[in-house]
């Protein structure tokens, strides 16, 4: 079957930073998305890999390894408005996203 | 700004009632737009995958008589929950599938359904 494997919830303290790690198995592969989610809000585009290596968006940047089925998201600076749940998102061989629960990323002054 | 207008943003109805739900694609043509649900504090549901011109396909589990999807152009899909209940009462969100091959899945601001 197909699985997303993400920490529940993680805390970190402002100005610091944070790896979200996801393991991932899917029914063939057409790359990986990150999004953030605010609590009450729809999700938002944070990155994209469809090859190993790491993608970097100023303070974020993301890491894929297809062969382990393993990606992370790592913020760097962080700041409250970080606050948010992080979802890792596959998508299969029908281009479909499949969702996890995601992980809710507390940060403390 | 936004790629994805969706609306109302919320909803309070009583039960019986049927609410409509649009969601509409502001940059680009779109042949699939997505219909998810979301409880509080749980993973993004996908209900269905609503295609332009023909029938949507549906989830294991959800009743497509209920959650009728209608995509009748590249820029609109239309979910309505008919007679709602209180066990309907959730956070509705549309997606919309960028054409381009590794783009990514631009979501609505999500409606928000209370039925009492």
């Known amino acids: 079957g197909q699985n997303i494997d993400q920490p529940t919830e993680m805390t970190a303290t402002e100005g610091a930073i944070v790896q979200i790690n996801c393991t991932y198995q899917t029914s063939g592969f057409n790359g990986l998305f990150w999004y953030q989610q605010h609590a009450g809000e729809a999700p938002t585009f944070l990155s994209y890999?469809?090859l190993d290596g790491l993608e970097e968006k100023g303070r974020f940047s993301s890491f894929l390894s297809r062969s382990k089925g393993y990606s992370y998201l790592l913020l760097k600076e962080l700041q409250m408005k970080d606050s948010a749940s992080y979802l890792c998102a596959p998508m299969d061989s029908n281009y479909q996203l499949i969702w996890g629960a995601g992980t809710k990323l507390i940060i403390k002054p | 700004g936004a790629v994805v207008s969706q609306h109302p943003s919320w909803v309070i109805c009583k039960s019986g009632t049927s609410v409509k739900i649009e969601c509409r694609s502001l940059d680009f043509q779109a042949t699939t737009m997505f219909w998810y649900r979301q409880f509080p504090k749980q993973s993004l549901m996908l209900m269905a995958t609503?295609?332009?011109?023909?029938?949507?396909?549906?989830e294991q589990g959800v009743e497509k008589d209920k959650f009728l999807i209608n995509h009748a152009s590249l820029t609109l899909s239309t979910l309505t929950v008919t007679s709602a209940h209180p066990e309907d009462s959730s956070f509705y969100i549309c997606?919309?599938?960028?054409?381009?091959?590794?783009?990514?899945?631009?979501f609505g601001d999500g409606t928000r359904l209370s039925i009492l």
């Open positions: 997606s919309v599938q960028h054409p381009r091959e590794g783009q990514p899945q631009h």
């Open positions: 609503s295609n332009e011109g023909s029938k949507a396909t549906y």
């Open positions: 890999n469809v």
